[in-house]
């Protein structure tokens, strides 16, 4: 049985001292009676200040269980690249998750699929989770190519990678024409791209990987829409961005 997962992508929002408050805010007002795994992915400045406010919070409250995220990585573990993060860095800092392949990172900083297939498989090596996003534009949509664009994603991006590995792995589908801007896909469109990428799952590895196989989706996800998206056979969570930064709104996302 899959279980519900819903991550928050703060984006480049929340500065330490902001991301401490926001995790005692949440921890002070706490519920999560869907028993759903829960991740916040916040900038690489506030990572260690949210792991340990959570450890702290999760000391007091032992049903507040909440992993955390890095919102990207690099897929070298050290050396002469500057402004990038390894994923030993993260591992040493405790973290858990990893959001590989944002259509942000892919469109405003040129990342590759070839890249995105390196960054999975250093990520898998260092015993990270990625969250891997996938998702077409509008213009594609429009042309009637966005389910075979988003399955080219997933043939260049798994490329060389294991069925085990698959298993620690989670999709976001996201269309990049709903991120951020308010429009979202309907639920019957979303099930239907979470359908195929299942499907295409159990083409690349087995029935059985394609069946426990967590897909979320993102795009302009909040509270009035989550509980018709979760309701879709084939959606198992959502990779949530502005609505994840405000307690309210993520709390109610989570109690769907």
Aim: charge should be negative.
């Amino acid at each position: 049985m899959r279980i519900p997962f819903i991550a928050g992508n703060w984006k480049m929002n929340l500065n330490h001292n902001e991301a401490i408050k926001f995790i005692d805010d949440l921890s002070y007002k706490f519920e999560n009676k869907n028993k759903i795994n829960i991740a916040v992915c916040p900038p690489f400045t506030s990572l260690r200040s949210v792991i340990l406010t959570l450890e702290d919070e999760m000391n007091k409250n032992s049903n507040m269980i909440i992993k955390v995220g890095a919102q990207n990585m690099y897929f070298e573990d050290k050396g002469a690249f500057t402004g990038e993060v390894s994923p030993e860095m993260l591992k040493a800092l405790g973290v858990e998750y990893v959001i590989i392949g944002h259509s942000e990172r892919r469109e405003i900083f040129g990342e590759t699929d070839e890249l995105i297939n390196k960054k999975l498989k250093s990520a898998f090596k260092h015993n990270l989770k990625p969250i891997l996003c996938v998702g077409e534009s509008l213009k594609i949509r429009e042309e009637g190519k966005a389910k075979e664009f988003t399955l080219s994603q997933l043939d260049k991006d798994l490329d060389g990678i294991s069925e085990a590995e698959i298993n620690n792995l989670t999709i976001a589908y996201e269309p990049i024409w709903a991120i951020g801007t308010g429009r979202t896909a309907t639920p019957q469109d979303a099930n239907e791209m979470c359908n195929a990428i299942r499907e295409k799952i159990s083409i690349l590895y087995s029935e059985n990987c394609a069946k426990n196989l967590i897909i979320q989706y993102g795009g302009s996800v909040k509270p009035s829409n989550i509980k018709e998206l979760m309701s879709m056979p084939d959606i198992d969570g959502a990779l949530v961005g502005g609505a994840s930064i405000n307690v309210d709104d993520f709390l109610a996302i989570i109690n769907y």
